[in-house]
């Protein structure tokens, strides 16, 4: 079975950094879709970030456009989101997710595989 943990949330004030890591144990075949995604308590869960296993390409959300970097070391089943310029706009619950099978870049949605979620929460 595929199992996700995150860690690496804590609070931070504004302009603060944080570095979430994602490890995914159990059987994984073929290529694969890494992401992260956010949720605040009454609102949608929205992705944050993916990253295709098979050439690496990523997608962004505006918001974290110039800010956040999701990478991903294959050989260990792990993906990473680092977060830098924090704003109080970033609190959430994080998610890392996975998709796999894929043969053609990541969707935003429609993610199999879902961590617990780590606390992020940027102070003002």
């Known amino acids: 079975q595929v199992r996700l943990r995150e860690s690496g949330g804590g609070s931070v004030q504004a302009g603060g950094s944080l570095r979430l890591s994602c490890v995914a144990s159990?059987?994984?075949?073929?290529?694969?879709?890494m992401g992260w995604f956010r949720q605040v308590p009454g609102k949608e869960r929205e992705v944050v970030a993916t990253?295709?296993?098979?050439?690496?390409?990523?997608y962004y959300t505006d918001s974290a456009k110039g800010r956040f970097t999701i990478s991903q070391d294959n050989a260990k089943n792990t993906w990473f989101l680092q977060m830098n310029s924090l704003i109080p706009e970033d609190t959430a619950t994080y998610y890392c997710?996975?998709?796999?099978?894929?043969?053609?870049?990541?969707?935003?949605?429609?993610?199999?595989?879902w961590g617990k979620g780590t606390q992020v929460t940027v102070s003002s």
């Open positions: 159990g059987y994984t075949y073929g290529q694969r879709c």
């Open positions: 997710a996975a998709l796999l099978g894929r043969d053609h870049s990541c969707p935003t949605e429609y993610y199999t595989f």
């Open positions: 990253i295709y296993s098979g050439d690496g390409s990523t």
